[in-house]
């Protein structure tokens, strides 16, 4: 995998109240830590995302990206409301900005902005690849998930590395692998 500026690690949705309630949050936040570390040791651009709605209200405590993650300063932040971090979002520009071609992703909810973000992504011509152990969900059965939070992140992983395009593909790695890592 490329670690030069052109592969850039877009964090999603790492906010207070959408990790409070997901699956293994402390060891996500921990890996999702160490790869931004990586990037920017490596010059990688780092990207944050962060979702608002009606569960997620913009300037309260619950949308903050957790305390253990902050943005430097210059790294975007992106604002979405949909679960693409693409749609109706300035991201593919910023993305143009820096003169990214690949994407990292990692953050939240496996099942939901993840799965968005990384088809989205694909769609726009970009090869994505998930940080297998970097995302995680909350247990979605109550809504009509056929599975529990760590099928649906493993169910995830498994799309993904066999996601193909014409032009692009999907891959998976572990928060080891990523951006150069051993």
């Excluded at 830590?33 to 309260?60: E, I, S």
């Excluded at 820096?98 to 726009?124: E, N, P, S």
């Amino acid at each position: 995998m490329s670690t030069d500026p052109s592969t850039a690690l877009l964090v999603v949705d790492v906010q207070r109240d959408v990790m409070a309630t997901s699956v293994r949050s402390d060891e996500i936040i921990a890996n999702v830590a160490t790869l931004v570390d990586r990037a920017r040791d490596r010059g990688a651009p780092v990207v944050w995302v962060r979702h608002r709605d009606g569960g997620l209200v913009a300037d309260t405590p619950g949308w903050q990206i957790v305390d253990a993650l902050a943005p430097a300063p210059g790294e975007p932040i992106v604002e979405k409301t949909f679960a693409d971090s693409f749609a109706s979002t300035d991201l593919a520009d910023r993305l143009g900005e820096l003169g990214v071609t690949d994407l990292v992703l990692c953050g939240a909810q496996t099942d939901a902005c993840i799965r968005g973000t990384f088809y989205g992504g694909l769609y726009r011509g970009y090869p994505v690849t998930v940080v297998a152990d970097a995302h995680t969900t909350e247990d979605m059965r109550e809504w009509g998930s056929p599975v529990g939070p760590e099928e649906a992140i493993g169910l995830f992983n498994l799309h993904a590395s066999f996601t193909r395009l014409p032009d692009v593909a999907g891959s998976v790695v572990t928060t080891a692998e990523a951006l150069g890592g051993s």
